[in-house]
């Protein structure tokens, strides 16, 4: 249980294009999900926190108008990178905290590895 | 701010052997979260233990304990009877509570595991 589908997951892009990624939980519903940056050999950096229905959360240093974050149901977030250029190529995933009785935890998606050429 | 150091860039095992990765964290906090978090080359992150630090007793989960001393902020992971299948990046994560009650995990830079045959 507690899956989070996580798509595209690899995508080449023009400079000037955007590129949207979806994040679903499949089994549970994510009242809040994370997104991070995670650059070759590198831990993970948090950009930003989305809930459901309300605005996103963007960590300092993170261009809100860049990496455009929706989270318009209890199972769907979505990162738009708007005019990515290629300093903008990373891997990215998404994550989601799951709370039950028994767990108390946060699940991760598969990552999206954004090549911009 | 909370921080986390693993201390241990890389480290090497010889399969069915026991190897020890050390976490050490940063908190003014009483209650909070902990986790080690597996990532294979695949890069799917992938929960391995987690601990409560209210809790005295340490998590097993396995062939993976840990070894958590609260004053010490302190809070290693054993892995017994190493597997090939152990070989990918470990992270050791804090969870706190932000201001303005948003949640944030807060990462290690990573400990790479080789499991040699």
């Known amino acids: 249980g507690a899956v989070v589908s996580q798509h595209p997951s690899w995508v080449i892009c023009k400079s000037g294009t955007s590129v949207k990624i979806e994040c679903r939980s499949l089994d549970f519903q994510a009242t809040t999900m994370f997104w991070y940056r995670q650059f070759p050999k590198q831990s993970l950096m948090l950009m930003a926190t989305?809930?459901?229905?309300?605005?996103?959360?963007?960590e300092q240093g993170v261009e809100k108008d860049k990496f455009l974050i929706n989270h318009a149901s209890l199972t769907l977030s979505t990162l738009t990178v708007t005019s990515a250029h290629p300093e903008d190529s990373s891997f990215y995933i998404c994550s989601a905290r799951v709370q039950s009785p028994l767990f108390y935890g946060y699940t991760f998606g598969s990552g999206t590895r954004l090549t911009v050429v | 701010a909370q921080t986390v150091t693993q201390s241990q860039p890389e480290m090497s095992v010889q399969e069915a052997e026991t190897v020890t990765l050390s976490c050490t964290y940063d908190?003014?906090?009483?209650?909070?979260?902990l986790f080690w978090y597996k990532q294979p080359p695949s890069r799917q992150m992938i929960l391995v233990i987690r601990?409560?630090?209210?809790?005295?007793q340490n998590a097993t989960e396995n062939r993976f304990s840990v070894n958590f001393q609260k004053a010490a902020k302190s809070f290693s992971l054993k892995i017994s009877d190493s597997q090939l299948g152990d070989t990918a990046m470990y992270f050791c994560?804090?969870?706190?509570?932000?201001?303005?009650?948003?949640?944030?995990?807060?990462f290690g830079k990573g400990t790479k595991l080789t499991v040699n045959p």
């Open positions: 908190t003014s906090e009483n209650n909070y979260y």
């Open positions: 994560a804090f969870m706190k509570v932000a201001q303005g009650g948003s949640e944030k995990l807060v």
């Open positions: 989305s809930n459901e229905g309300s605005k996103a959360t963007y």
């Open positions: 601990q409560e630090a209210y809790k005295q």
